[in-house]
C-alpha cells in the first residue's frame, strides 16, 4: 500500500501526506500566495477535487491565492532539495509515506502538533495514515490518501491460457504465468512485468514473510533486511522476478519505462502496481483489463 502524505515545509528544506515547510511559511505570509506542491496522479486524476480545495481556501482567506505546480515522482524530492538549499521551497508539498522520515528528523517540515484539531476529520485518521506523518511523537503532515497495489492483467490472454479466475497464492499466481507464457510466443513477450529496481514490489514480499526494511531503538534506526526473514522475502521476491520477468528488466526502474507502458505495448500480459495504472493500459485493452 502507498499511502500519501501533505506536509508544511518548516526548515530550508506525499499514503500522501502534506506537509508544510518552516521557511516557506513565513515567506508567505509576505507573498500572500500559498504555493503547494501536488503530484500528476491529482492533476490527472482528480483535477476538481483540486480546484474545490483551492477555491475553498481563497474564499476564506481573503487576499489570497493558490498557487498549484504538479511534480512527477521520479525527480520531485531532487528537485525539493534544490529548492531548500536555494531557501525557495513550496510552503506545502505531497510527499510519499516512505520519503517523510528523512526530512522530519531533519527538521524540514513545520511542527504541526497543535493545530490537528483545525483538520477535518483528524479524529478519525487511519492509524497508519498518521504514524507516517510523526516523528518523536509529533505531527508534521497531513493525511492525504492510501492505495493498494494489485495486479493488472488481460482477461483475454489468461482466458486463452485457460485461467477462469484470479490465482489464491503467490504459487498459483506462478503456475498461472507460466500457462500464459506456453501460449505466447511473441519476441519481446514476457507473461509477468516488473523493473528488477522496483523496490516497491521487492518490499512487499519482505513484509509478507514477516521481515522489515528498519526499527527504531534507543533514538536510533537499525537496519532489518540482513535479518531472517526479510532475507527470506527478497529470496522470493528474487525467485518470482526470474521465472516471470525479462532479464532485460532487471537494469531498469520502475518509472522508465512505466508498467502500464509496457502493458499497453501488447508487451505483457500483467503487471504490479496502484489501481490507477488500469487508465493508462492503452484504450485497446481497455475492455480486457482486469484486477485481482
Known amino acids: 500500500m502507498r499511502y500519501r502524505v501533505f506536509a508544511v515545509v518548516a526548515a530550508a528544506v506525499a499514503l500522501s501526506v502534506v506537509v508544510a515547510t518552516a521557511t516557506a511559511s513565513s515567506k508567505t505570509a509576505q507573498a500572500k500566495t500559498l504555493t503547494v506542491w501536488l503530484q500528476v496522479d491529482a492533476q490527472n486524476g482528480w483535477p476538481q477535487v483540486v480546484a474545490a480545495a483551492n477555491n475553498a481556501f481563497e474564499n476564506s482567506h481573503a487576499g489570497w491565492n493558490v498557487n498549484v505546480q504538479y511534480q512527477g515522482w521520479g525527480d520531485h524530492l531532487q528537485k525539493f532539495d534544490a529548492t531548500i538549499a536555494a531557501d525557495t521551497t513550496p510552503d506545502v508539498i505531497e510527499m510519499g509515506n516512505t520519503e517523510m522520515t528523512k526530512y522530519m528528523a531533519a527538521g524540514a517540515f513545520a511542527n504541526i502538533t497543535a493545530n490537528k484539531g483545525q483538520f477535518d476529520n483528524s479524529g ?143 508487451r505483457t500480459s500483467a503487471i504490479f502496481g496502484p489501481g490507477w495504472f488500469s487508465c493508462c493500459t492503452g484504450k485497446k485493452y481497455t475492455k480486457v483489463t482486469g484486477q485481482f
Not at 493488472?152 to 499466481?173: E, H, I, V
Not at 511473441?186 to 521487492?202: C, E, N, Q, V
Not at 527504531?216 to 522475502?233: D, M, P, Q, R
Open 124 to 266: 478519525h485518521w487511519l492509524a497508519g495514515l498518521q504514524k507516517s506523518s510523526m516523528f518523536n511523537g509529533k505531527l508534521y503532515g497531513v493525511p492525504y490518501y492510501a492505495g493498494s497495489r494489485l495486479v493488472t492483467y488481460r482477461t483475454d490472454l489468461f482466458k486463452s491460457a485457460g485461467l477462469k479466475k484470479a490465482p489464491k497464492s503467490l504459487k498459483q499466481f506462478e503456475s498461472d504465468l507460466a500457462k500464459v507464457k506456453g501460449r505466447n510466443h511473441a519476441k519481446g513477450f514476457t507473461p509477468f512485468y516488473m523493473a528488477g529496481t522496483d523496490w516497491y514490489s521487492a518490499l512487499s514480499f519482505v513484509y509478507d514473510y514477516g521481515g522489515s526494511i528498519a526499527k527504531f531503538s534507543h533514538g536510533k534506526w537499525h537496519g532489518t533486511l540482513a535479518t531472517k526473514k526479510s532475507i527470506a522475502g527478497l529470496t522470493a521476491y528474487k525467485k518470482f522476478f526470474r521465472s516471470s520477468s525479462p532479464k532485460s528488466a532487471s537494469k531498469l526502474n520502475e518509472a522508465n519505462p512505466a508498467p502500464y507502458t509496457v502493458f499497453s505495448q501488447n
